[in-house]
């Protein structure tokens, strides 16, 4: 815990310049640009052009920031990652047990999903493309988080001795495929697809079926 007698020697945040502001602002535009021009074209028809074309900024002024429209698309996904990753790492250090865990990780992924639809349209539209771009810094940094709690688990022995690498790519396999199914339900339900995906990771189908009988 911090000395509060050495707070009085902390100086306050120094706002940024104008210029500072201004490149914050011209990348903040593109990348807004970018969100809504993949999320209406799709990636495969979007151009650098349709995203200069969004922000009213000059081409030039566009590659001072990005080189091309898939470094615009990984900042995109590198900012998505950013928003969910504080939250699955929450849940990470409440879990109480490997069940709690995985719970908590579709949980919190499947809920991001459900109530921040603008991004998750980006990702849907350009499922393809998000593919291609899962080596992401943040996205692979968010994987690599996963990987290390479940050879954690594993070790301690709280999780199944099984292939870690399997497991993690199976876990986010069903958090992404859930997704897409997710969002078409009227209402969609975390709750209920949480507990479809936490049973079937630690059970199995047949402790689905079992569930599903009246």
């Given at each position: 815990m911090a000395d509060p007698s050495s707070q009085t020697d902390t100086?306050?945040?120094q706002k940024p310049g104008k210029r500072e502001q201004t490149k914050a602002n011209n990348r903040r535009a593109i990348i807004e640009a970018g969100r809504h021009v993949f999320a209406e074209l799709g990636y495969g028809?979007?151009?650098?052009r349709d995203i200069i074309r969004k922000t009213g900024l000059a081409s030039g002024t566009f590659y001072n920031y990005f080189k091309s429209k898939e470094e615009v698309f990984q900042a995109i996904m590198d900012e998505n990652a950013l928003r969910v990753r504080p939250r699955l790492r929450s849940e990470?250090?409440?879990a109480k047990s490997f069940e709690e865990w995985l719970?908590?990780?579709f949980f919190v992924f499947f809920d991001y999903v459900v109530n921040d639809q603008h991004n998750y349209a980006i990702m849907r539209r350009n499922s393809g493309a998000l593919r291609v771009r899962m080596d992401t810094p943040e996205i692979l940094?968010?994987?690599d988080e996963l990987r290390v709690d479940l050879e954690k688990a594993v070790a301690s022995g709280i999780a199944p001795q099984v292939d870690v690498a399997y497991l993690s790519a199976a876990i986010i396999g069903i958090a992404f495929e859930m997704s897409d199914r997710l969002v078409m339900r009227d209402p969609p339900d975390v709750e209920e697809a949480t507990d479809f995906a936490t049973t079937l990771v630690l059970n199995g189908l047949g402790a689905i079926?079992?569930?599903?009988r009246p």
């Open positions: 100086l306050p945040a028809e979007t151009t650098v990470r250090i409440r719970r908590g990780m940094a968010g994987f079926a079992e569930k599903s």
